[in-house]
RNA sequence: GGAGAGGUGGCCGAGUGGUCGAAGGCGCUCCCCUGCUAAGGGAGUAUAGGCUCAAAAGGCUUAUCGAGGGUUCGAAUCCCUCCCUCUCCGCCA
């Protein structure tokens, strides 16, 4: 969410940038709105400011002993009633308006940083690593898909059987290989990068989903988890199915991000750095006919995330690490890449400034995203009430950053395009090896 | 799932209708006192808003005692719903 007062001050300019990300930004709306809230608000006050002082004097007497028939009391009790009428209309209105405009802010996205391309267009910011192309391998190269298939460690019929479309299932060594990419990532942003592991639910509740932008906004892209939860009430036959109302998590971010959620923590312990390896649930809604084929579009895939909860002076610099955290996977396991900053309308809602990372998949001749590296500055921390005491013991927001480090699946997926043989076999990259039993190959 | 007990400020803990945003203690900050230390004395110490002020300071004010409703002139206190924690029993990976 944006901070209201500096929207209020430069409504103008943020308007213009927010057109740039998409977004029409009702200028008037929103001023008719604050205003009112403004005027309604004081009425309130007032109204509050009456009824405390005229009961606090009725207390008085009270306690001083005068009965409640007594003349003065009356007398109070009477102007009360005019005042509650008041009050309860002017609570009302309060309420009212006050619904409107939050309702009207959380739809807003946040505002791009300064060092964000204007034009349309992303900017490639560094390649690191050869690609390599059909020529390069010196036989005709195989997708993912085939190569898992071919070696009968890969099986989108029978997933297709348990679950339905856009869902995958791995055994063997392939398996193997998901899982050692993961615990290998893990270990990376741990013991190298200084990350705390974090195991967390996969459920969150829907206070969650709106601290980090999820909601209201996206909530088709989410799958909803309904909890059956019986009311039975005498001589009736109905059973009343009521709303837990939870969502899988579509990534850790959500978790991570929302364990200062309504927090206020000291400065001391400030940057908190966690990962964490989850499951990510998206219902992909809208991308019908998109990546069909194969593990990169699935309702369901792991992926090792990174969160920092930083000082605002921080963020920026936290964001530099952070992506460098993401590389160092991708330079480990020596797959080619290279690192885009985004431009406003490529953004997520909660970004203010984004680096994707994109692998080189040889099989597709193109990079493909595997990583989203984002500081999103303030905006989640004022919807979370996410806090720091600050140097001078005052409450601040705190900034919030996270990345994918990796996608665990896109990154199996280039292990296999970019590690493949010509007898079909898949070569171990180095760093993995431990996690596999020492083994270097994985043979049909 | 059944039975019970609870949820109050950074922490502990009092408070069952009225000068309560909340006693007391601990902790913390500042000051005083004291050769040093220890002890002692004093002041301060929640969060988010609004108004005031050139700004800061300050002042005035509203809301918040798990959350949301209700009763009442007035609710931390009474009633209802929900959430959470603890104890015992049952069930279970």
Known sequence: MLDIHLLRANLGNAAKELDLRGFYLDMSYFQKLVEERGSVRTNTQKLEENRNNISGRIGRLRVAGHGID?????NFLN??????????QAKVDLDKIECELQQFMEVIPNLPHSTVPKEGKNEDVRYWGTKKTSDSFGFSIKDHVSIGENLGLLDFETATKLSGARFSMMKGGLARLHRA???????THTIEHGY??????YLANSESLRGTGQLPKFEEDLFKIYRKKYE???????????????????????????????????????????????????????SYGKDTRGLIRQHQFDKV????????????????????????????????????????????????????????????????????????????????????????GKPELLHTLNGSG??????LVAVLENYQNADGSISIPKVLQPYMGGIDRLVA
């Open 181 to 187: 990419l993961a615990q290998f990532m893990l270990d």
């Open 70 to 74: 007594d003349g003065e009391i009356g």
């Open 232 to 286: 039975k009430e005498e001589g009736e036959t109905d059973q009343k199915l009521q709303e837990e109302n939870w969502y899988l998590i579509p990534t850790s971010e959500v978790p991570l991000t929302n364990s200062v959620r309504n927090e206020i923590v000291p400065l001391e312990s400030i940057p908190i750095k966690l990962t964490a390896l989850t499951p990510c649930f998206r219902s992909e809604a809208g």
């Open 406 to 411: 990796l996608a665990v699946g896109r990154c």
């Open 79 to 88: 102007q009360m009633k005019s005042i509650l009428a008041q009050l309860s």
């Open 196 to 201: 705390t592991e974090t195991y967390v639910p």
């Open 305 to 392: 995330e990174l969160v920092q909860i930083v000082h605002p002076q921080k963020s920026y610099e936290a964001l530099e690490q952070l992506v460098g955290h993401a590389e160092m996977i991708l330079q480990k396991l020596e797959l080619p890449y290279r690192v885009v900053l985004l431009c406003s309308n490529d953004m997520g809602f909660s970004a203010a400034k984004t680096y994707d990372i994109e692998v080189w998949l040889p099989a597709q001749n193109t990079y493909r995203e595997i990583s989203s590296c984002s500081n999103c500055e303030a905006f989640q921390a004022r919807r979370m009430k996410a806090r720091f005491r600050n140097e001078s």
